[in-house]
């Protein structure tokens, strides 16, 4: 036992993982009364952006014909939202914040890795 708080939080949250099976991220709410925001994707609006900002990274790199219009990015985010609203939400309940991550760090990652092969390409040619 130490006398630093921060050290006992995280062995009583591991001490807390271990006994059950809830799956809580190391360090979380360590200090702080909030654990951060939901990312569960309730409604349209949210959706929308993120299925704007996917389409426009693919349109980058396969063209400007991947681009939604304003009216595609409404009815798919609203087609969508239901589906996902009924799925997935014991899914971002648990997860949500990963699946977060992964989603942004790939669409900041992914297109230097193409362009890394691009580069290895024409260099190789």
Do not use: C
Not at 46 to 53: C, S, T, W, Y
Not at 67 to 76: F, G, H
């Amino acid at each position: 036992m130490t006398n630093d708080p921060e050290i006992e939080g995280l062995r009583a949250e591991a001490e807390a993982e271990a006994a059950g099976d809830e799956y809580v991220p190391l360090g979380a709410g360590v200090g702080v009364s909030n654990k951060g925001p939901s990312a569960a994707p309730s409604d349209a609006g949210f959706l929308k952006g993120v299925f704007k900002m996917t389409f426009d990274a693919i349109a980058k790199r396969a063209g400007d014909h991947w681009k939604l219009s304003e009216d595609e990015l409404s009815n798919l985010s609203e087609a969508a939202a239901p589906v996902i609203n009924r799925y997935v939400p014991a899914v971002l309940d648990k997860y949500g914040a990963e699946i977060m991550l992964a989603y942004t760090v790939g669409m900041i990652v992914i297109p230097r890795l193409t362009h890394v092969e691009k580069v290895e390409v024409q260099e190789a040619a």
